[in-house]
């Protein structure tokens, strides 16, 4: 049996996003979480996942908590950012998703953290167009690579294409919305 492979942390640093501004308790960020106008649109995470991913960001130094009292209920545990939480939630908001299959939740959660700001979410949006043409060139290299044979396979890289394809025009759609009109 092989050992259990950590993977990176990812979309966890979303959550890292609703410290920036004051810290907050679990329950309170997950809640936070469910509303529409906050993230409850594009994820549906279940309290206790919200809980092991916190956790795993504290224990990667991103976060460090308090208790506080609350009289005769047990002590609840304030969460804040670190550090090393700020600038990796900075990095993780800057840079553009890294595969498509996380694009619907991942940049999303982005674009509502740096919605706010045109100039960043112009950035991250020309960033991630960018990427998503490398994906794109990638996968109609391999398609074309294929020769007509293996049909199943093309068939694959054909939605696979198509999806791309959409998240572009999408990404257009975000930059003439988020982005200011030139004067």
């Not at 498509?100 to 919605?115: C, M, N, P, Q, V």
């Not at 700001?117 to 994906?135: E, H, K, N, V, Y």
């Not at 294409?161 to 257009?172: P, V």
Request: charged share 20%; glycine share 6%.
């Amino acid at each position: 049996m092989s050992p259990m492979v950590k993977q990176p942390l990812t979309i966890e640093h979303a959550l890292l996003g609703f410290l920036r501004q004051q810290p907050m308790h679990a329950y309170e960020i997950h809640q936070t979480l469910l509303r529409n106008e906050a993230l409850g649109l594009v994820w549906h995470l279940k309290q206790s996942l919200v809980y092991v991913m916190l956790e795993r960001l504290e224990a990667e130094g991103y976060l460090s908590a308090a208790l506080e009292p609350q009289g005769s209920r047990p002590p609840r545990k304030i969460l804040q950012l670190t550090p090393a939480g700020q600038r990796a939630f900075a990095g993780w908001l800057a840079a553009p998703v890294a595969h498509g299959r996380d694009f619907r939740l991942e940049f999303l959660a982005k674009l509502y953290f740096i919605s706010h700001d045109p100039a960043s979410a112009g950035a991250l949006i020309r960033t991630q167009q960018a990427a998503c043409r490398s994906w794109l060139a990638d996968l109609r290299a391999q398609a074309e690579a294929l020769g007509g044979e293996r049909t199943y396979d093309w068939l694959v890289l054909q939605f696979r294409i198509g999806q791309i394809d959409a998240i572009l025009a999408w990404l257009d759609t975000c930059a003439a919305t988020v982005l200011p009109v030139p004067a």
